[in-house]
Every structure is written in structure tokens, then in C-alpha cells.
């Protein structure tokens, strides 16, 4: 088992800053709605980009395996939530839109599959917790 470690620093208001065991730092705020200022991320939606990165991270890995060659990769979430208190999150999807001049839209299918499916950590961790994941693939051939 590893240990990951990170420390979340208070900015007054509602805003705080988030620091990596590197030394990486993000700013977290609410929206004014909240009583935030609106001048940082959601925590929720850090969730969303955690899940979106790791995938988009293994759907590199797997492509560059097999010798895929890609221009671009962006990785589109859409999640929706429940209406109570807590809001988590109940279904999300990704569309992962690659451009690749020799991809087949079967080898680009079967990578992210296993991504959501196998690989990602964000993603089972997610699933065991009750969200359904599903994803779709834009294949641009370029």
C-alpha cells in the first residue's frame, strides 16, 4: 500500500490552497452563491478533472503501446448530480475527442474502455462508490 500526502491551506473566506507532496499548489474558492469569491476551482469539479486527467493520462499510455500516433486528446465531462444534500455526483460522462492520423475508431474505443473500465483509479474509486461512468470517442482523422 502507498501513502499520498497534500495540505490544504485556509485563505480566508471561502477560499483555500491545496499543496502536493511536490510541491504543486492549487486554489480552491466557491461560487459567490456560496459565499465564496469565485476565484478558484471547485472541489467537485477537481474531482472531475482528477477523473478526466487520469483517463486521458492511461488512454495515452495505451495508445502509445500500440504505436497509435496522436496529434491531440481532449477529454469533455459532463456530470450531473443529485438535488441533496450531500450532492454527489451520479452519472458522469466523458467524450474523448483524439485526433490521429492511423487510429481505428475500434482501437480508440477499446483504449479508453479500458481506461474507464480497467485502469483508472479515479474511475473505480467513483464506480464503488455508485457512479455510473460512461464515456463516448470523437476519432478526427489528422
Known sequence: MSTQKLQ???CGEKQFEATS?????VKMDGP????GMDAGTRPMEMVLMGL?????FDVVTILNKKRIEMTA??????????????????SIHLTF????????EKALNHACSLSV????????????????IHFSVEHINT
Do not use: Q
Open 117 to 132: 473500465d480497467k485502469y483508472c483509479s479515479v474511475a473505480a474509486m467513483l464506480k464503488a462508490g455508485g457512479v455510473k
Open 8 to 10: 490544504i491551506k485556509w
Open 97 to 104: 475527442v483524439i485526433r490521429s492520423p492511423n487510429a481505428t
Open 21 to 25: 507532496a511536490a510541491g504543486h499548489k
Open 73 to 90: 486528446l481532449d477529454v469533455h465531462v459532463e456530470a450531473f448530480r443529485v438535488d441533496k444534500i450531500p450532492a454527489v455526483f451520479e
Open 52 to 56: 478526466a486527467g487520469c483517463s486521458a
Open 32 to 35: 459567490p452563491s456560496g459565499g
